[in-house]
């Protein structure tokens, strides 16, 4: 037989082992001792015992369930230096207080006080009573002896940490009629949808007819700063700060600069008509902008450097342009208005199928939508209307064009395929060690497309969707727990809050130990009790 002491380590109790040569391995254990409530060190003395059978001796009777898992057996000692701990605290409390209370009491219910002196010497006495007070204190030290090591409970309190894993299946999404019915679990059906769309549309006109725009015109003067003279043809660009253009009358030499007496530079300066275009820089009708104040600084939008040593400036108020002018229809406003029409009434199509789509959903309580994949949604037989009545060049500041298109498309019913993933992805989950949180419908996507075909319309597709796991910590066959249990135990709350935190499965820890006063987990792995909290 070994011998266990209250200090041997898992180190001394294998060496002890690897010393015994006999057959059957007996190992006797004192009450309380760590290695009798710890898996992992069990299962070594286990191993270590090779095929001898092994039986261990204690009086400590809470990691039974532990031997069993382990197929180890034991014996429950009656050692009677060992004999209060086969009590609970209070079965041992009440059976040694009667005891001595019934001693008090037939000292202290004598009918003659004298008598009983005489009967109990005063030596005698004071002993018993000394003897009393010093049980009264063990018991308290019992008390909170048993109730540190064996009443103590932890309690765990974990979040688990939130994983985003993509799954992926294929399905075969085939058209089928209103009455037919899907057996094939990796089939879904298909349901075409057509709609004809009508919508009319008004238009603006860019054009405007020259002759009702009104110039402004008057009189400007040029300026040189270079040493030679500068030829301005007809018609040369000057403009003003706010992008209006006006174009000089005729053609214009201005005089070179000169010198004076103090070395100045004399710009050599031209007086010339100019006149505004309908126009301004940006493309925009001049209109009442081109009315300038006299003194204004025109540029010559031409020059790419030395703007400040050629320029003129406007001698007079210009005067006479104004905002009435009319607006007329241009060729380049039809062809526009027939690419934007047409890129109007597809988005109205599909805007009224999704809409159509969704009172459906409401109506029948279920969920399709547009299965979404390259060229699923077709558009046809689109014909605009009333173009025979536009002419370029006709005066009108709006035009109406009317158009009709035909789409075409195909619904599936995305709860049904969910449903179908969630099934496929809960049988491949391995030894129920994760759970599945949530699947975020809104991320599911056609990933890839294996191959297609028209009559009937179908595809075989790879279904792709995000999927929020958590670790299953409450699984009856996951392990893990007990050996987290194993790593926390009889450690310091904050220590094992720190290091469940470090756990990359977790992502938020609160321990709780009772009574209130302990701040250490307990040292009973089975009084460590783990909670899910899921935020």
Known sequence: MIKIHKNDSIVDIIIKIKNNTEKELIIEFPFG?????NYTSLKIIKTKA?????IIITNDKTAKKIWKNLGIKYSITDNPDLVEYNYTFLEYFLYTFKNYFREIKDVFLQKN???VLSRYNKRYWNWKIWYFITFIFFSLFLLIFIFYFAVNKTYIYISPEIEVKTKAKNFVF???KEDEYVLDENTIKLKKIEKVV???EKFWTSGISEKTVSNSRWKITLYNKFSDEIDLRENTRVESASWVTFLIEWDVTIPASSVSWSWEVIPGKIDAYAISRSHDNTWKISGSKANIWSWTILTLPWLKEDKDKIYAISITDFKWANDNY???LTTEDIENAKLLLRWK???????QIKNDINESNKINNVEFEILWIDDIIKFSNFEIFWLENLKPGQETEKFELWATIKISTYSYNKELLISKMRNDISNNIIEDVEEI???NSSSLRIANILWTENYPYSIKATAQVEVLFIHNFLSKTNSYVERLKTIVAWMDKEEAEKILLNNSKISNVKIETKPFFIDNISKITDNIIFKVVRD
């Not at 001792?33 to 409530?37: A, F, G, M, Q």
């Not at 090779?50 to 092994?54: F, G, I, Q, S, T």
């Open 326 to 328: 009319t607006k007329i």
């Open 113 to 115: 006080h004298d008598n």
């Open 437 to 439: 949180l949530e699947i």
């Open 345 to 351: 009434i597809e988005t109205e199509a599909l805007k």
């Open 174 to 176: 085939t058209e089928m």
């Open 198 to 200: 009508s919508i009319n």
């Open 50 to 54: 090779a095929k001898r059978e092994l």
């Open 33 to 37: 001792h760590p290695v009798l409530h």
